[in-house]
């Protein structure tokens, strides 16, 4: 959960952006991982040691410099981790986002008011 709420927070800022890249990047996030049910995500996270055995560092067509197993580098548990932090965050954005989105131009007057800073989240 405390992964899911920083990179949620992350993306329903960048979805708030005024420039087309910062929204199109997080749209595209939000569309994979919502549109996609959570037993397939982490059916997919738990086989990436089934799909790649090891990893390999070095330079492409030469030997490898240094291999790691699959297994032994990440397990199962931490696969499945990082699977719903993913797959919450996309959740997560849209909550935050929702929840900037709401904030009505007369409590913003208010705010200014009593003296607080700060503008509006670029809601376009």
């Known amino acids: 959960m405390f992964f899911a709420i920083i990179l949620g927070v992350s993306l329903a800022i960048m979805r ?16 994979i ?7 397939v995500q982490l059916v ?5 040691a089934i799909i ?3 990893i390999d560092i070095g330079l492409p067509f030469s030997e490898p410099w240094v291999t790691f197993s ?11 981790v990082i699977g719903l932090a993913l797959n919450e ?7 935050v986002r929702a929840g900037l989105l709401s904030v009505d131009k ?4 208010a705010a200014t008011a009593l003296g607080m ?3 509006r989240p670029c809601a376009g």
Not at 33 to 39: A, D
Not at 44 to 48: C, Q, S
Not at 89 to 95: D, F, G, L, S
Request: charged letters at 15%; proline letters at 4%; zero cysteines.
């Open 89 to 95: 965050a996309a959740y997560m954005a849209e909550i």
């Open 70 to 80: 699959t297994n032994d580098l990440i397990g199962a548990f931490w696969l499945a």
């Open 106 to 109: 007369g409590q913003e007057e």
């Open 52 to 54: 790649y055995k090891t």
């Open 16 to 31: 708030l952006s005024r420039t087309r890249w910062s929204r199109a990047s997080p749209g595209f996030y939000l569309w």
């Open 33 to 39: 991982f919502r549109g996609t049910p959570v037993y």
């Open 117 to 119: 800073a700060g503008s």
């Open 44 to 48: 997919f996270w738990g086989l990436i």
